[in-house]
């Protein structure tokens, strides 16, 4: 089964937790898309739903694919986002950015009930920081916010290259918003929550890529067929 095969069952096994009439959150990459093209596939058999799109690219697939899109200024909460990652660890901390649209991504997350990772298995890792962290940057004084940076890093017992993202062209990478993205090879975060405060402070910093107990579940899928794992709740947080 290829690579592609198995992010679609991924996309298949969430598309099962959408009810009709959920305001949903739609993500971005390559398996989100999946999930955005079966999504329109039931839209068509009459299911109602209305999306918020993470990304513009998100946005033109969902509308070639039928399905109704709305805004965080139109609707006050989201039931559910369905998004992909780049880094899901046992904790369901995430890395997520690879594809720039980690900005918005963790907007509409935060906004949702739930968020459903899906990915296939190779997503899956013990500790996050072998994918290349993404931090979105605002271009003014970027020597003074990677100095900022390397000095978080150093506070939280990591350090690696970082380097600013160029497109497919040799340009620097545009977000969405108009930032620059930053990408850190880090190799292991051993304090991911940690690391994530650091980050969050430094003026300069507008996001990063670590999405740090957003996802409620994820939902795997690999040779063996499709596993779900479901967050831990801390203690104290017990239903």
């Given at each position: ?13 969430a ?7 959920m305001?949903?959150?739609?993500g971005?990459g390559?398996?989100?898309?999946h999930?955005v ?35 965080l200024?139109?609707?006050?909460h989201l039931?559910l ?17 690879g594809?720039g ?5 963790k ?11 899906i ?8 500790t996050?920081?072998?994918f290349?962290?993404p ?36 340009h ?6 108009g ?39 994820a939902?795997?899928?690999g ?10 709740k801390?203690?104290?947080?017990q239903?």
């Amino acid at each position: 089964m290829t690579m592609d095969q198995l992010k679609r069952q991924a996309a298949a096994r969430a598309l099962e937790e959408v009810r009709d009439g959920m305001q949903l959150g739609l993500g971005t990459g390559s398996t989100a898309k999946h999930f955005v093209e079966l999504l329109g596939e039931r839209v068509a058999a009459g299911l109602k739903v209305i999306g918020v799109p993470t990304s513009e690219a998100t946005r033109a697939d969902a509308e070639r694919c039928g399905v109704k899109l709305t805004t965080l200024d139109e609707i006050d909460h989201l039931d559910l986002t369905i998004d992909g990652a780049d880094e899901i660890d046992p904790e369901l901390n995430l890395i997520k950015g690879g594809g720039g649209a980690l900005l918005r991504e963790k907007i509409v997350a935060a906004a949702s009930d739930r968020m459903i990772v899906i990915a296939d298995d190779s997503k899956w890792v013990s500790t996050l920081g072998k994918f290349p962290l993404p931090v979105e940057v605002i271009p003014f004084g970027l020597g003074a916010t990677r100095r900022a940076i390397e000095k978080a890093f150093a506070e939280c017992g990591v350090s690696g290259q970082m380097a600013v993202r160029k497109a497919k062209d040799g340009h620097v990478f545009v977000t969405d918003g108009g930032h620059w993205i930053v990408d850190a090879q880090l190799g292991r975060i051993t304090d991911p929550p940690g690391l994530a405060k650091a980050l969050s402070a430094i003026p300069g910093v507008v996001e990063h890529g670590l999405f740090i107990g957003l996802a409620s579940s994820a939902v795997l899928a690999g040779g063996g067929g499709i596993r779900v794992i479901e967050r831990r709740k801390p203690k104290g947080d017990q239903e």
